[in-house]
Each structure stands twice: as structure tokens, then as C-alpha cells.
């Protein structure tokens, strides 16, 4: 009997394995070692090894491009935060029913491809897009603004796509809250201002914590939300892999940094594991 | 006497549900008042707009003469101790005590002393730089004890607080409340469903039911003289007996039952052409093999149950209606099967309801 419980959870467990293997361990480790080769004279790579490609990243110009982009995620980070938190302690006074619709409101648009809802902020951003008619008809302005393929624009673009992030992990952390602390603080002389810095803000730093992780790390790598929205002005890590692999065809190049944004994001998690973080709170 | 807290005819109302109705209460300066009641008698929505979590739909409370009914918890000099304690798992022991100081922005060293104090009031010197989480169900006890009283408050609220703890220690605790209660002269006002415990421990117990006091005394006046069904049938044990006035005797009433006669002491409080219910408590229960002067209820002891320091004799009567007798004493116990009279000193039948007669 135990036997055969034991082939069927292999049985059921095998797949995923396998998946895992062929399409995460493999390709990860081919990186790895292709970063260590060199560039072939029409594209694909030669074998031999080198780190001349991890030398290369130190180059001013790719440092510059990491440390924008570094300042960009940080930011996305900050407003998604700025938003979520309030979101969330509005939301948490509600009743249970309005809590789950407003969690469903945040979450469905995700079921949707990320491509298809950033070109319907493209069509809103546009110098002849909806905002700028809109604004023109009222005469509140007598030119159209460029609003797209700005910083600004990028970044709303990564706070819009990245939101849910942040607020998932607060709300779950907030929903632990007994609410009879907070009654215990008011009781004890504590006003709101008082109940959030002392109560609420300090029991939800997992949530706080994970959702910046879960905000900054995805906002390093989202190369298209910055191709569509930012144009030719922003690139970041992400758009710069891309253009090694697809443009410049230097794929070792590009796979040294691939190793180098993972070890980037490793390292985030460990300080982020260092200040107490949960691996849970992150899903992973 | 001055009161601290008095509540004219105060009424909460949730949607259709009526909690607490017309109730009002005045409670004296240093005195331990107990709410007592059976679960959803309205006794903690009473506490909790005393402490300014719930706003009266209707009457007021007043503190110290002062109308408070909206005035937010944070502004009411009245602390709460609550019954999962409420202690913030994020601080210290020493931080849960000083929250309600540093609120007030205390200076930082007049607040060390007092926390200090404070600890060693309620025993846990030394326990400062411990989180809540790695202490007893006790010693959290008493951190949330200590996290109200040192605010000096005009009255503490208790709801409930000793319900999480197991029997022995509540026990301990009870005593250690009152006597920390004497020692400080505090206003205290306890919540429980334990009639052990508030017995124990009240100056004067409040029964409530369905959201009003039924009986406001001393607890041996709540126990010795129940003023309805309600208060004699919750505070401990009772034995109902009801029936119909039939005469007048040495300003003792004689009552007609089903079951017999048996005999009251006069009140002049009730007039006489009613249904009266009369309770007696199963220790004032007397057994005798012959009719006693002014008794002619009998029945059969069915059984013996021996409960430790006492034991609970069961009666039936000819109506198949049961009776409880406790007797204290080894001797005189009856045996099984044997047919008895019940009888009782009159002044130990309480009335405590009336009916008007069937026509």
C-alpha cells in the first residue's frame, strides 16, 4: 500500500520535475556557461574561455545603465508602496464582501496580456491621445503635452503593471492584524496617526517588505514596459540584454549580464532575508 | 458615596437586535462591580461603550458628571484590560507598559520609573526585555494589567480577563486582582459569565439578562434573596416550587401546589390573589419521615450522588418534578426508595415570581 502511494506521488510529481529541469535549470545553466564564451562573427558563439565579458560590464556605459535602472525600479518601489499601503488600510475598514471585489478589481486586468494593456496606455498618452484631446478641448492647455516616451511615463508603466504586487502582500499581512490591538492602542490614548505608526506600519513589515521585493526585482527586467513607454530615452538592464542577444548579436555578452542581474537580485534577497524577511512572504 | 460612572437608561441597538435596554447603573468611587450574565446578555456592549467603542443609540453615560457618550477612547480616562489581552506582540514588556505614557509624551525617564514600578506591582520585575510572546498565559495577565493601570485611569474595565487562563490559576488570579484592587483603591468594572468568580471577588455584583439588570447587591443578597426567576436560577442552584395563596398563618402565607402544601414567609410586597413562584436552595432542603407543621409535599429519594465535600440527594415528587437537596454532614442521609417530606425554614423560600390566577 505504501508502495504504491509512493510510484504515484512520483508519478505526479515527475512532470513538474521535468519541467523544471528542461526549461529553468538547462537553459539557466547554458547561460551560465555561455557567458564565458565568445561572440561568433555572424551571432550564436564560439567556444573557448574567457571573462572578458564580465570585465565589460564594469564599463562606464553599462554602469550608468545599471545604476538608472537600479533608481528606476527604486522609485517604482516607492510610488507602488505610497499607493498600496493607503489602498490597503482604506479597503481593510470595508465589509469582508467589499474587501474581495476590491481585491478581484486589482487583480483581474493581470489576466489580461501585458502587451495589450500597455498599448491602451499608449493610445492614452499619445501627444494625440485621449488625455491630450481631452485637456485641449477644455483649454487647459493650447499644445499637446509629451507625455509618453518619457521617464514619467515609464514609470507609471511599471507602477501600473507592478501594483498588485505590492498590495497582495500588505493585505495579507494587514488581514493578520488582530483588530483588537488597535482598539487596545486607541484605548490606551493612541489617535489614528499614532495607531498606524505604532501599530499598523510595524506589524505589517513582512507585507511591506515582500512587496518591495516582488516590485523591485520584476521592475529591473521589464524591458517592454520601458520600449513601449519610454521609447528610445530609457533603457534598462532588461532592454540592454535584449538588444545584446537580438541587435548586437553578441549573445556571451548578453548572457554575462543575464548572470549579473541574477546575482544582482540574489543579492537583494539576501539582504532582504539578513533583515528578517520570509522566503514564504514572496511565494517562493 | 461619589460615582464614577453612571449610565441613564442607556440602549444599544444593532439593526433589529435590541443588546442592551434601558439599563442604567451607577457605580461608586473604588468599589468592584461585576456584570454578570449569560453569553449575549448585552454585558460587554454595556463595557464597551463605557470605554468608548460603541456609542449608546440612546440614553448617556456619564464620567465623573461628564457626559461621555461620543467622546473617543483616547480620550477617556478609563483603561480596558481585554480578554486575549490585546498585548502589541511587536514590543517589549516594558514598551506594552510605556504605550500608554508615551501617548501622552511622558519624559522618557519619569516613564522608565514608572514601568519599573509598575512591574514590580504585578510581580514581574525583570521581566522587561521579554516579547509577550515568550510569556505565560499569566504573566501576559498581568503585563496588560500593568499597561492600563499605569495610566490612572478613573475606572478600570475588565472583560473577561482571567477566561483564557486554566482553573488554578484563574483562581490565583482572582485574588491577586482584588487584593491589587484594595491595595489601589481603583474603580474596577469586571465582566464574566462566572458566577464563582464574580461572587468572589465583587463589592456588588449586576445580573443582566437580555440586556438589563435584573438584580444589582452585595453577592449574598443576590444568592440569599433573588428578586426573580432569572437571578435564583442563574446564581447557583435552585429549587422552584409554585402554587396558589390559601390562607394566612402568624404572618406566614401557606401555598397551595400540585404536589401540596407548603409555606412562605409574608410578604406585604405581593398582593395575594396571585400564582406564586417560590425558590429554594437545594442546602435549605429538609428531609423528614413525617409531615412537618405547615408542609405536605412528598416524594421518593431516587438517588444518592456523593460530589466530593458534599452530597446531592435527588427527590422526586408525585408530579415526576425534581428536587435537589445538598447535604454537607456525613450522617443522615437518606437511603434510596425512601419516602420523604419536604420541608424548610420559611425565611429560606424566596418569592420570586408572580402570575396572575388562571379564572
Redesign the interface.
Known sequence: MLKKINIFKWFTILPVYLWMLLFILIPNLYIFAMSFMKRGIYGGVEWGFSIKNYIGIFHGMYMSIFFQSMLLAFETTVICLLIAYPFTMFIMNKSKIFQTIAIATVTIPFMISSLVRLFAWITLLRTNGVINTLLLHLHLIHQPLSILYTNGAVILGMVYMLLPFMILPIYTSMEKI?G??I?????????DL?VIS??LI??TIPGIFAGSILVFIPSLGYFFVSDMLGGSQTILIGSLIRDEFLTARNWPFGAALSIFLIILTLVVLRIYSKLGGKMDDLGV | MNSVITLEKVNKVYGNHHVVHNLSLRVNEGEFLTLLGPSGCGKTTTLRMIAGFEVPTDGAIYLNDQRVNEVPPYKRKVNTVFQNYELFPHLTVAANVAFGLKMKRVKRSEIKDRVAKMLSLVQLEGYGDRKPSQLSGGQKQRVAIARSLINQPKVLLLDEPLSALDLKLRKQMQFELKRLQRKLDFTFIYVTHDQEEAMTMSDRVAVMHNGNIEQIGHPRDIYERPQTRFVSDFIGESNFFSGEFDKNVDDQWLIRSKNGFFTVSANPAFETDKKFYASVRPENILLSEAPVDGFSISGTVIDNVFIGGFTRTIVRLEDNTEIKKTTYSKSGILPVDQKVYIHWSKEDAVIVDTEPLEK
Open positions: 488582530d483588537g490591538l482598539e487596545a492602542a486607541k484605548d490606551l490614548g493612541a489617535r499614532n505604532n501599530i510595524p506589524l
